[in-house]
């Protein structure tokens, strides 16, 4: 196992909300310098625990992290670095959102210490942008991504959004092309998502937009892979593309290894291998803790055999590489061969997926049923009590 631990920090501010983002966030951005002045403070309650690994990756994430202005996030940095100890070529990245930065922001981003960025471009078509309800247009995504490369990023990330409503192969193609011409080193390619609650999901209810199209969404994930796999990209991870190993997401990497990491913000996770704890989802109840001198933790809880070998699974599944059968048979003293058998027999047998170098994997077209793949596993592990 590795030594190493991840930081993430959620900055829990959207000047709006996007139509189907369901993750945390507010539009108070009156705000943000209390929060600031949380997340110092809980950094620095939870440092006793943080000093014994090394810090290998930090990112910012939200919300829009790039509403905090360079001085607040480089206070944020210094917070790290002085209460836990971090690695020398510790991943620092923080997502950024066309229409919230200029090439001034950007340069003093990188004087900071920031050295990835994952700017969050949806696509390159101002309709599906409205759709989605983003704030910026086509033209600030383009000229974000120009200020990125003149400010000294070399390592940038853009998110890109398909299966949208109506949208057929050669719309989403023209996304595609784009971001590939402008030679970018990683791309996050996801399927349009209509969670619970959101108001795409009310609109849905309403029938103002139409149901998931998901045998057309399974033939743009294929054809997407295919794609920029000719265009030199590696399908490492199921959303997640890159030119050449060196250029993924460390701290996504490190998510999918299991690896352990501190949350800091509202609604943010931490993980250390035996259990998890999640944040107050709500800023008041967050700030309230703090100011008691408690850490802001909702709730926690300790995870069973049987969770983790399931979380192994999902995680595993998903990635180029798949789940290392040594390490399962290590982990949980028991073969993945021999308890699983009959279920990979079928995977393989149906081209799904295969065995090779101790790993098991999945198929390109394995990968396009994932989530059936996964119950059937998840329903096979054997319960703990």
């Keep these: 196992m590795s030594d190493s631990t991840s930081i993430y920090i959620h900055i829990p501010f959207c000047v709006k909300k996007c139509l189907y983002c369901d993750f945390y966030s507010e539009t108070c951005l009156f705000m943000i310098p209390d929060v600031v002045q949380g997340l110092q403070r809980e950094i620095h309650t939870r440092c006793g625990s943080g000093r014994k690994n090394k810090i290998n990756t930090l990112y910012f994430g939200g919300g829009t992290p790039s509403l905090l202005n360079v001085q607040d996030i480089d206070g944020l940095m210094r917070s790290i670095e002085k209460n836990f100890s971090v690695s020398l070529n510790m991943e620092v990245t923080l997502e950024v959102n066309p229409g919230t930065v200029d090439l001034s922001y950007l340069k003093g981003l990188k004087d900071s210490g920031v050295n990835r960025l994952s700017i969050g471009v949806q696509s390159f078509d101002d309709d599906k942008l409205g759709f989605l309800g983003r704030i910026h247009t086509a033209d600030q995504a383009r000229q974000t991504i120009h200020d990125a490369r003149t400010a000294g990023f070399d390592n940038i990330s853009i998110d890109l959004i398909y299966g949208i409503p109506y949208e057929t192969w050669d719309n989403w193609l023209d996304d595609l092309n784009e971001a590939v011409n402008l030679s970018l080193p990683h791309l996050s390619c996801y399927t349009l998502t209509i969670e619970p609650q959101t108001p795409l999901y009310y609109q849905r209810k309403k029938g103002l937009i139409p ?6 969404n399974a033939r743009l994930f294929q054809k997407t892979t295919l794609f920029l796999e000719d265009s030199g990209y590696d399908h490492y991870e199921i959303s997640s593309f890159s030119r050449g190993k ?33 944040n107050h989802k709500n800023i008041d109840a967050y700030m309230q803790a703090l100011e008691s001198g408690d850490l802001p933790v909702e709730s926690r809880e300790t995870l069973t055999r049987e969770q983790k070998m399931i979380e192994m699974i999902l995680l595993r599944f ?38 090779k170098d101790k790993r098991f994997t999945l198929t390109l077209e394995g990968k396009t049923h994932l989530d059936g793949i996964l119950e059937a596993f998840a329903e096979r592990v054997p319960s703990s009590s």
């Design 246 to 278: 060196e250029n993924r997401s460390r701290h996504n990497s490190a998510y999918w290894d299991m690896t352990p990491y501190h949350g800091f913000g509202p609604s943010a996770h931490s993980y250390d291998r035996r259990t998890r704890s999640w």
């Design 318 to 355: 998903r990635t180029l590489e798949g789940l290392d059968l040594e390490k399962f048979k290590t982990e949980f003293s028991i073969s993945f061969e021999v308890l699983f058998k009959d279920l990979i027999d079928r995977v393989c047998s149906d081209s799904l997926g295969f065995i």
């Design 211 to 216: 149901p998931s199209d998901n045998p057309l």
